[in-house]
C-alpha cells in the first residue's frame, strides 16, 4: 500500500474508532446515571405525617403544598406523605403514641395537646398574660436556648422537635357583649382545659371542654354562653357568627390576653429523624422555619377578610382594657408556678421566658408580681 493509499485509510478509520469511543463512554455515563438514580430512591425515605387540620381546611391545604414540595428541595432523600387528621390515628392520644412507636413518622399538631404528657409543652405556646407577640416567640426559640431545650425533652419521649410553626390567636364568641372581666361572671365557656380553664375560673367562669365541632352546636342550643376556638378566618368558616353576636378581643394590636400566639410544630419520630444526613436535616429545619411564616401570614391575611364578614354580618367587637391586661396577669402568675413546678423540664423552659418577661425590653413582670412564689 502507497503512502497515499495509506492516508485515506488511516482518515477512514480514524472517525470510526471516534465514534465507538463516544459511544462507549456515553453507554458509560448512562449506566452511571441509572445505578445513581437507583441509589437515589433506595435512600429515598418516606415520612407519613399526620395533621391536626382537616382535610379540605386552609391550614391542611398549606401543611399538604409546602410537604409536597420537600423531595425536591432534599434532592429526593425525604419524601413526606400527609394524611388530615383522624386518618391515621383517631384522636391526639393515639397520635402521639403513633409516632413515638414508628406507625407515623411525624405529626403537625397544636403544641399545647401534650400538657398532660409533657408538662414543659404548656410553656411552648402562649398562655395566660405570657409572652403575647409572634416575634417573642421566635426570639425565645431561636435567640434563646429554647428550641434547643425542648428538643432535649422531647428526646427523652423518642421525638425530635423539629420547630415551632406559628398560627394565630384564639378568640371568644359570645352571645352576650362582654367588655370587662366583670362581665364573665357566672358565664359558661367553652376554654381549653389546663391553665387557661384554671385562670379564666378565678373570674368566676365555668369551663366546658368540647371538641371543635361540637362548639356550633352547643351555642346553637345555648349548652355554653360563649365559645373560645382560634382565630376569625376558622372561626367564620365554623360559622360562629351564625349563633353568637360577640366577637371578645384583648386591647388594641392584641386579639387575645389568654392564648396571643397559638403555636404549632412539625415533631417527628427520632429514630426516623437520625436515618436521614446531616444536610437534609438542616434543609428541613430550615424549611418549616419558612412555612412557619408562609403559614402565618397567610392566617392573617384570612382574618383581615373574615373580620370584615363577621362585621357585615352583624357581630360587635369588644375589647378589654391594658387594666384587664395587667388583672388577668396577676390571676395567671400563681398558675403559672403551679405548672412550672410540675417537673424540671418545665421549670427549665418557664425560667427562659420569665428572665425574658421580667427584663426591660419587655417589662411583663416585675420582682413585685413574683415575690414569695
Not at 435512600?43 to 395533621?51: A, D, E, F, L, N
Not at 384564639?170 to 387557661?196: C, E, F, Q, Y
Request: charged share 25%.
Amino acid at each position: 500500500m502507497n503512502n497515499k493509499s495509506s492516508l485515506v485509510e488511516s482518515r477512514k478509520t480514524k472517525p470510526r474508532r471516534s465514534f465507538l469511543k463516544s459511544a462507549l463512554v456515553a453507554a458509560v455515563a448512562l449506566c452511571g446515571a441509572t445505578a445513581m438514580t437507583s441509589a437515589q430512591a433506595a435512600k429515598t425515605q418516606t415520612w407519613k405525617v399526620q395533621s391536626v387540620w382537616d382535610a379540605g381546611t386552609v391550614g391542611y391545604t398549606l401543611f399538604e403544598e409546602w410537604a409536597d414540595g420537600m423531595e425536591e428541595k432534599t434532592n429526593g432523600e425525604l419524601r413526606i406523605k400527609t394524611f388530615p387528621a383522624k386518618s391515621v390515628a383517631a384522636d391526639n392520644n393515639a397520635l402521639f403514641d403513633a409516632v413515638r412507636n414508628g406507625v407515623l413518622q411525624g405529626m403537625n399538631p397544636f403544641t399545647l395537646y401534650w400538657s398532660g404528657k409533657i408538662p414543659a409543652s404548656v410553656f411552648l405556646s402562649s398562655y395566660p398574660a405570657g409572652p403575647d407577640q409572634p416575634a417573642q416567640w421566635d426570639t425565645l426559640f431561636y435567640s434563646m436556648g429554647m428550641l434547643e431545650k425542648t428538643r432535649e425533652i422531647y428526646k427523652k419521649y423518642g421525638l425530635y422537635y423539629v420547630g415551632p410553626i406559628q398560627h394565630d390567636a384564639n378568640i371568644i364568641h359570645s352571645k352576650k357583649p362582654v367588655k370587662s372581666l366583670a362581665d364573665l361572671k357566672g358565664m359558661k365557656i367553652r376554654l381549653p382545659g389546663g391553665m387557661v380553664a384554671e385562670v379564666f375560673q378565678k373570674f368566676g367562669v365555668s369551663t366546658v371542654s368540647l371538641p371543635g365541632s361540637d362548639i356550633f352546636p352547643a351555642l346553637e342550643k345555648g349548652t355554653i354562653d360563649a365559645a373560645d376556638y382560634v382565630g376569625p378566618a376558622v372561626n367564620y368558616e365554623l360559622g360562629l357568627g351564625q349563633v353568637t353576636d360577640n366577637i371578645l378581643f384583648g386591647p388594641p394590636g392584641m386579639m387575645s390576653i389568654y392564648q396571643p400566639v397559638d403555636l404549632m410544630d412539625l415533631t417527628v419520630n427520632l429514630r426516623s429523624w437520625n436515618k436521614l444526613s446531616a444536610k437534609t436535616q438542616k434543609t428541613v429545619e430550615r424549611e418549616v422555619r419558612n412555612y412557619s411564616q408562609l403559614h402565618y401570614q397567610t392566617i392573617q391575611a384570612r382574618n383581615f377578610t373574615a373580620m370584615e364578614k363577621f362585621k357585615e354580618e352583624g357581630s360587635t367587637v369588644s375589647r378589654l382594657s391594658q387594666e384587664d391586661v395587667d388583672e388577668f396577669r396577676r390571676a395567671a402568675i400563681p398558675v403559672w408556678y403551679k405548672w412550672a413546678n410540675k417537673d424540671k423540664d418545665a421549670r427549665a423552659i418557664f425560667d427562659i421566658q420569665l428572665a425574658y418577661m421580667m427584663n426591660d425590653i419587655v417589662g411583663y413582670v416585675t420582682p413585685e408580681d413574683i415575690k414569695g412564689l
